[in-house]
Each structure stands twice: as structure tokens, then as C-alpha cells.
């Protein structure tokens, strides 16, 4: 099936052209009436990964949440926000992120995810059971409100990654641990989670966006779009298009389409590719985790070729909040800051994500480095020179 994305400028969050843009992109794909019926309790999913001011560019904007919760309430529908951040609770960051301000303005429950539910029916393709909050179980609609941003460990996170959070809390950690050093394996958890989850709507703010260290430590950047789709898969590929990237450099659009799950047969509608591609976006230093070698020669090899989360000592404030979150605590604080163990390193870079100050960062292997500098090329991550 044909599936429809709609990509709309928007250049500004004031909110009168946020709401405007907002209405002209769901328009595009059939209006919210599509979506929402009189009475329906509608969860809305935005990314808040962590407490940072909106300019900031970590989380979906506050007035993308508002514009959704104003089109969802005039169709008749109930709206509640709801997710799980990374770290803290879901009401100090929704409060430093601001959108517990609009969600009391605009009477819309926040609700934190802490009731895992264990599913096993099957529905996804690659686990035989995934958990997932009962609060995302028992909404009757599901908009998903991903922000545009680069991503340490999957390069880029947007729709699908976005449901990621639809996992409380602690239990994050344990997919990590289960999914290990294994981006493909990880991109499985993201993408059965979307397929369980099966969000009506997905709405992807990149008025301004994150590019460089991103999730949570990258550089603001001004994109100037709004994308909408029912196949948050297709909008995805459709971010690719529009950054110039091969659509399966994204790992859960890769993983997804090999198992034939969604199409890469996409109709855009709105404004064209052409005239609204992004030509400067720094993607995050990503290399290949096992580049394709035998799992012993590559368990061997990893600390010379993979990625690895690197300090900066300079910037680190000894929180110690990138240790709480190691799934595999192979992190540890002293008195110089965090020690890495990067033999029990998974690359899941939750650290990096973490990181309030932005003192963690990815670097490349030395042979991809030193690959590059005999070359005179740019490291360029979706690309393994020895694939
Ligand atoms: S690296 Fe970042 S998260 Fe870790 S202790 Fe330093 S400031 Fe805190
Ligand atoms: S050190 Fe960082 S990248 Fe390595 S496992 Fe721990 S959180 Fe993940």
C-alpha cells in the first residue's frame, strides 16, 4: 500500500503558525476527524528525553503539543500526555521543557509511564513479548509527537524511535542489555514496538531541530518543517530523503523493510523535496558496531573499531548521572569523573544521551579515523568503508 506523508514550512513557533502549519499538514493526509472521534482518549507521545528548555531542541516543542491538543480537544477527543523520560520524572521535565505550562492551560492529564505490562500475543516480529505501559494499551488513539534530532546510537531519532519511551523507565535499561552491542537487534525492540503500538498519527517537529551530538547535547537547528503521516516507517524515510541520506542508512527503516513490514513506495504531498532538502546536518560519529566480522573476532577487535563514548573532562560536573544510567554498569565515578570498562561497553550511548553538560561524546574507531586521515576524506557515518 501507498502510504502518504505531508510536509509542511513552518519557519517559527509562534503559535499561531505552528497551530496553522499543524492543521495544513494533517489536512493533507485526511484531517484530524480521521483520527479522533468524539470521546476517544488519545495519548499524545512527544519526545521528553530529558529536562532542557524548549530552544534547547531536546524535546517537541511546547507549542506542537498545544496546537495537537487544541485540534484533538475541537474534534471531540480526550487528550493525555504521557512518557518516561530518561531521567528525573515526567513532571520536572515536562515542567522545564514547558509543557506541563500548556498542558494545565489546556486541561491535558500528564501522565508518567510506571505500569509495565508484559506482552506476548505476537503482534510484534521479532520478540516474543515486549513491555509496554498500560497507559499506552488502553489510550483508543495514539499520536505520536517525535522531535527531529541525531541520535548517538541509531543516528537519527524521529518516528519510531520515538516510542522507545513508551517502555517505563528502568525497564529501558534491560532492552538495552537484551539488544547489547547490536544496533540491527536494537532497531528489532524499536521497530516491534511500533508495530504493537500502531500509532494512528505520527507528527514529527522539526521547526527547529538537533544535529551534531545529539539526542540531548547536540547543536539547535533551524529546519523549518513540519511532517505528518498515519506510517510513522514512511516518514522516516522520508527525513532521509529530505537529509540526502540513503533511506536504509536508518536502521529501523533497514530492519523494517528487509522483514517486509511497510513500503518504501511513498506519495509526498505538500511542499516537494527539492525544494525544502537540508543540505547542512551534521549526523552523529557513528560507526559500524561489528562491521560485519565474526561475533569473536569482532568481540576481539571491538575497542580498535567500533564507536566508543568518549569524556571530556573539562565540561563534566561529576553528576554521576551517566553512571545511573549504564544498563550494564560499565561505568564508574572517581574523583576524575566516569571510568569507562570498555570491554563491558555495549555502545548503547546512554551515557552520551544523559549527559547534561554535553561531556560525553562519540568517536570513532582509530582505524576508521586513521582510514579517513591517510585519505584526506570526511568520516561519513552511514557508511562502513570495510562493508
Ligand atoms: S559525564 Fe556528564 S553525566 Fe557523567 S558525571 Fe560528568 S557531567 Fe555528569
Ligand atoms: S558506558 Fe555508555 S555506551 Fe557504554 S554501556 Fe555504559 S551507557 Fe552504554
Given at each position: 500500500m501507498r502510504e502518504v506523508v505531508s510536509i509542511v514550512r513552518c519557519e517559527s513557533y509562534e503559535e499561531e503558525e505552528v497551530f496553522k502549519a499543524l492543521q495544513k499538514s494533517i489536512d493533507l493526509i485526511g484531517g484530524i476527524r480521521r483520527f479522533v472521534k468524539e470521546g476517544d482518549r488519545v495519548l499524545l507521545k512527544p519526545n521528553?528525553?530529558?529536562?532542557?528548555?524548549?530552544?534547547?531542541?531536546?524535546?517537541?516543542?511546547p507549542a506542537i503539543v498545544k496546537g495537537i491538543i487544541r485540534m484533538v480537544q475541537e474534534a471531540g477527543g480526550k487528550p493525555f500526555i504521557g512518557d518516561s523520560p530518561s531521567i528525573g520524572g515526567l513532571m520536572k521535565t515536562a515542567e522545564r521543557a514547558g509543557i506541563k505550562e500548556i498542558a494545565e492551560e489546556m486541561g491535558c492529564p500528564l501522565v508518567e509511564f510506571n505500569n509495565p505490562v508484559s506482552l506476548s500475543d505476537r503482534r510484534g516480529n521479532f520478540f516474543k513479548s515486549i513491555e509496554i505501559d498500560q497507559n499506552v494499551l488502553d489510550a483508543d488513539v495514539v499520536i505520536n509527537l517525535p522531535k527531529w534530532k541525531t541520535h548517538a546510537q541509531m543516528l537519527l531519532t524521529l518516528g519510531v524511535k520515538n516510542?522507545?519511551?513508551?517502555?517505563?523507565g528502568a525497564r529501558k535499561a534491560l532492552w538495552h542489555l537484551k539488544a547489547g552491542e547490536d544496533r540491527r537487534r536494537f532497531a528489532q525492540v524499536l521497530v516491534d514496538l511500533y508495530q504493537i503500538i500502531s500509532p494512528s498519527l505520527t507528527v514529527l517537529d522539526g521547526v527547529i531541530g538537533m544535529d551534531g551530538n545529539g539526542p540531548n547535547s547536540g547543536r539547535p537547528i533551524s529546519l523549518g518543517l513540519i511532517l505528518s503521516s498515519t506510517d510513522a516507517l514512511s516518514l522516516d524515510q522520508v527525513v532521509c530523503d529530505l537529509l540526502g541520506l540513503p533511506r536504509l542508512s536508518l536502521m529501523t527503516n533497514r530492519v523494517a523493510l528487509e522483514a517486509g513490514l511497510g513500503s518504501d513506495e511513498i506519495e509526498i504531498v505538500g511542499e516537494r523535496i527539492e525544494e525544502v532538502s537540508i543540505s547542512k546536518f551534521e549526523l552523529p560519529k557513528l560507526s559500524s558496531l561489528n562491521w560485519g566480522l565474526p561475533d569473536f573476532l569482532g568481540r576481539l577487535l571491538k575497542n580498535t573499531l567500533t564507536s566508543k563514548p568518549v569524556l571530556e573532562k573539562g565540561r563534566c560536573?561529576?553528576?554521576g548521572q551517566c553512571v545511573e544510567s549504564c544498563p550494564p554498569r560499565s561505568l564508574s565515578l572517581t574523583e576524575k569523573g566516569p571510568s569507562f570498562d570498555y570491554g563491558q561497553c555495549?555502545?548503547?550511548?546512554c551515557c552520551q544521551e544523559v549527559c547534561p553538560e554535553g561531556a560525553i561524546h562519540i568517536e570513532p574507531g582509530w582505524i576508521l579515523r586513521g582510514y579517513h586521515q591517510i585519505r584526506g576524506t570526511k568520516f561519513n557515518p552511514t557508511r562502513s568503508v570495510f562493508l
Amino acid at each position: 500500500m501507498r502510504e502518504v506523508v505531508s510536509i509542511v514550512r513552518c519557519e517559527s513557533y509562534e503559535e499561531e503558525e505552528v497551530f496553522k502549519a499543524l492543521q495544513k499538514s494533517i489536512d493533507l493526509i485526511g484531517g484530524i476527524r480521521r483520527f479522533v472521534k468524539e470521546g476517544d482518549r488519545v495519548l499524545l507521545k512527544p519526545n521528553l528525553l530529558y529536562g532542557k528548555a524548549p530552544e534547547k531542541a531536546v524535546t517537541t516543542h511546547p507549542a506542537i503539543v498545544k496546537g495537537i491538543i487544541r485540534m484533538v480537544q475541537e474534534a471531540g477527543g480526550k487528550p493525555f500526555i504521557g512518557d518516561s523520560p530518561s531521567i528525573g520524572g515526567l513532571m520536572k521535565t515536562a515542567e522545564r521543557a514547558g509543557i506541563k505550562e500548556i498542558a494545565e492551560e489546556m486541561g491535558c492529564p500528564l501522565v508518567e509511564f510506571n505500569n509495565p505490562v508484559s506482552l506476548s500475543d505476537r503482534r510484534g516480529n521479532f520478540f516474543k513479548s515486549i513491555e509496554i505501559d498500560q497507559n499506552v494499551l488502553d489510550a483508543d488513539v495514539v499520536i505520536n509527537l517525535p522531535k527531529w534530532k541525531t541520535h548517538a546510537q541509531m543516528l537519527l531519532t524521529l518516528g519510531v524511535k520515538n516510542l522507545f519511551g513508551c517502555i517505563p523507565g528502568a525497564r529501558k535499561a534491560l532492552w538495552h542489555l537484551k539488544a547489547g552491542e547490536d544496533r540491527r537487534r536494537f532497531a528489532q525492540v524499536l521497530v516491534d514496538l511500533y508495530q504493537i503500538i500502531s500509532p494512528s498519527l505520527t507528527v514529527l517537529d522539526g521547526v527547529i531541530g538537533m544535529d551534531g551530538n545529539g539526542p540531548n547535547s547536540g547543536r539547535p537547528i533551524s529546519l523549518g518543517l513540519i511532517l505528518s503521516s498515519t506510517d510513522a516507517l514512511s516518514l522516516d524515510q522520508v527525513v532521509c530523503d529530505l537529509l540526502g541520506l540513503p533511506r536504509l542508512s536508518l536502521m529501523t527503516n533497514r530492519v523494517a523493510l528487509e522483514a517486509g513490514l511497510g513500503s518504501d513506495e511513498i506519495e509526498i504531498v505538500g511542499e516537494r523535496i527539492e525544494e525544502v532538502s537540508i543540505s547542512k546536518f551534521e549526523l552523529p560519529k557513528l560507526s559500524s558496531l561489528n562491521w560485519g566480522l565474526p561475533d569473536f573476532l569482532g568481540r576481539l577487535l571491538k575497542n580498535t573499531l567500533t564507536s566508543k563514548p568518549v569524556l571530556e573532562k573539562g565540561r563534566c560536573k561529576k553528576c554521576g548521572q551517566c553512571v545511573e544510567s549504564c544498563p550494564p554498569r560499565s561505568l564508574s565515578l572517581t574523583e576524575k569523573g566516569p571510568s569507562f570498562d570498555y570491554g563491558q561497553c555495549i555502545r548503547c550511548f546512554c551515557c552520551q544521551e544523559v549527559c547534561p553538560e554535553g561531556a560525553i561524546h562519540i568517536e570513532p574507531g582509530w582505524i576508521l579515523r586513521g582510514y579517513h586521515q591517510i585519505r584526506g576524506t570526511k568520516f561519513n557515518p552511514t557508511r562502513s568503508v570495510f562493508l
